[in-house]
């Protein structure tokens, strides 16, 4: 089997609402996506995060792929091991959006779904997190009214668990906590503001979120360092996505106590297998282990339910924008009850519909990327 063609796509695809991060408002999602021909006329479909960027990366990686076998997994990752140095999140979302590609098409090969080549299912549905943002509420009276927005989506789609992307104003994010946890006293609760807090205001937050049983506080600040002072003074545990995303800052976390619950990403560590090594290290660690979104669509999403359904330490509700989307470029996945069913069928088991990915590429050629 060898790969005789590589087409690579940008698309834009826009959100129902607005999204609000503490750095960020979006509006929609720009994706690249990939499809991968063999010569016995299989294709394999990726799809990564960001537009531009990534997709120059890819289509040069493409003049190594064409021509190799697909299953050679290991001996790319070896030969570009370098491009994350030089491209840091861009080289790894490029790496992946190989690697997912690969992996459907071993899939499809073997006649078998990507989740079974992983080891097989230890989960048929994967809960997913709400998230909430102050786009979804009203300034004048952001605990009360993102407590009735958060409420009103719990009650309609059966989440579980809740995270609140936070804010620089960490005192009003406490105050949106309390009257999420009285308004919600079962259901599991995360706050995320992007390191946007310093250490002192960490801690102080952190001091007042202790009695509301947080599941965990991701990133409140920044690096390693940061995190392991406000770690050893609080005692909510610590996630992050965004100061252990290569496997060089594995071992310091684990020796500073910095961190107790890690994100995996296969768009920002490059790749399925090595999301899988992840949360095989984390085990071995004692550490938690998540899965962050980068705004998934469908063929992204597939990736992750594989991982998360063939991995048992994956068992807390996952990060996913998917519910968010206002539309997707494969026929949507089934979500109920909070939860994203895992796909059936070869490979990632979902089918591109062509027609849509036509529209949404045309789209980002008059608009340009939402993101970078």
Known sequence: MKIVDLEVSVVNLPMRKGFTSSFETKQGETRTIVRMTTDDGLVGWGETM???????????????????????????????????????????????????????????????????????????????????????????????????????????????????????????????????????????????????????????????????????????????????????????????????????????????????VIHGDVYKWGGIAITKHLAAHCDAFGLGMNLHSGGELGIATAAHLAIVASTPVLSSAIDSMYYLHDDDIIDPLSFEGGCLRVPDGVGLGVEVDEDKLAHYRALNAREGDYTG
Request: glycine residues 8%.
């Open 50 to 260: 960001w537009g531009a960027p990534v997709a120059r990366l890819v289509r040069q990686l493409a003049d190594d792929v064409i021509g190799t076998d697909p299953r050679a997994l290991e001996a790319f990752h070896a030969r570009h091991r370098m491009l994350p140095f030089f491209h840091g999140y861009l080289g790894y979302a490029a790496l992946a959006a190989i690697d997912v590609a690969c992996w459907d098409l071993l899939g499809k090969a073997a006649g078998m779904g990507v989740v079974d080549l992983l080891g097989g299912r230890v989960r048929e549905q994967i809960p997913l997190t709400a998230l909430i943002t102050r786009s979804d509420g009203d300034e004048r009276d952001y605990p009360g009214s993102l407590a009735d927005a958060t409420e009103q989506v719990v009650d309609e789609h059966g989440f579980t668990a809740v995270k609140l992307k936070g804010s620089t104003d960490a005192r009003s994010d406490v105050a949106i906590m309390q009257a999420l946890r009285e308004r919600l006293p079962q259901v599991e609760l995360r706050v995320d503001p992007n390191a946007a807090w310093s250490v002192p205001e960490s801690i102080r937050a952190g001091h007042a979120l202790e009695p509301l049983g947080l599941e965990y506080l991701e990133d409140p600040c920044q690096g390693l360092e940061q995190m392991a002072r406000v770690a050893e003074a609080v005692r909510i545990p610590l996630c992050t996505n965004m100061c252990v995303v290569r496997w060089e800052d594995l071992a310091p976390a684990v020796r500073l106590n910095a961190v107790q």
